[in-house]
């Protein structure tokens, strides 16, 4: 028997047209899609919306004050837990390397579109060693460029809808890769394209201290939103 296929990267699709992003005078990408609210991602889940709110906006937490102090980075794909225990794999979660950040945020809103679809929004520039690697994706009008969650939750509960919900316990920062857990998060619904529309110890570079009793369920509290880490997720708690 004889196979054929041809796949081709769609240019046009629900979230917009994939093309070369523009950046201002000082370097930032503005309005990039970071995450939707209130809206069950690719990997089954829906996050609760005031939870994860709260875990940007609120002034005690490390992601309020990271970016307000001007250090709020994220890194080039999120990081690999699966040879690392229980332990070592939370306090890898929380703790952003300088040395695999590829992006820094200097602004985050929430954009709510016509049809009443809620956006998470940031401006962001390639910064650090993986930065060149972000502003390519960027510059590349064939490729993606897209941000994703990196949180601690509660353990997923299924709802009616066959999706899990899942409380957002601490928002860490937003990761960049190729593959959103949202289809609308990506660079093709940057604003201004064309054709478009808790805390630290001693600083904020230190791991956040969680209670023991999170580590029970690693695989289950940790909240990467992109496609391919979901799955290293799955198979590696199997």
């Not at 695999?100 to 985050?108: A, E, G, L």
């Not at 997923?156 to 593959?179: C, E, M, N, Q, W």
């Not at 940057?190 to 478009?196: A, R, V, Y």
Request: proline residues 3%; contains cysteine; charged residues 20%.
């Amino acid at each position: 028997m004889q196979f054929q296929l041809s796949i081709q990267t769609l240019t046009t699709t629900v979230a917009g047209t994939l093309r070369k992003a523009k950046k201002n005078d000082k370097g930032f990408y503005e309005g990039v899609p970071l995450t939707v609210l209130g809206a069950v991602s690719r990997n089954n889940y829906y996050y609760d919306p005031a939870s994860l709110v709260n875990a940007m906006g609120n002034p005690n937490t490390r992601f309020y004050k990271a970016l307000l102090g001007g250090g709020l980075n994220g890194e080039w794909g999120h990081p690999d837990t699966s040879a690392l225990t229980e332990e070592q794999a939370i306090k890898r979660t929380l703790n952003v390397l300088e040395q695999q950040t590829s992006h820094y945020f200097n602004r985050i809103w929430i954009d709510t579109l016509s049809d009443g679809t809620q956006l998470v929004r940031g401006d962001v520039k390639p910064f650090g060693v993986y930065g060149k690697y972000l502003e390519e994706a960027f510059n590349d009008e064939h490729h993606d460029a897209a941000f994703s969650l990196r949180s601690i939750t509660s353990d997923p509960v299924k709802r009616g809808d066959g999706s899990y919900f899942r409380k957002v316990l601490a928002l860490i920062t937003y990761d960049g890769l190729s593959l959103p857990g949202y289809e609308l998060a990506s660079k093709r619904g940057m604003l201004g394209q064309e054709g478009f529309m808790q805390i630290a110890e001693e600083g904020f570079h230190r791991p956040i201290q969680v209670e023991h009793a999170m580590l029970d369920s690693m695989y289950e509290t940790i909240g990467y939103e992109s496609w391919q880490c979901q799955e290293v997720l799955e198979y590696s708690s199997v």
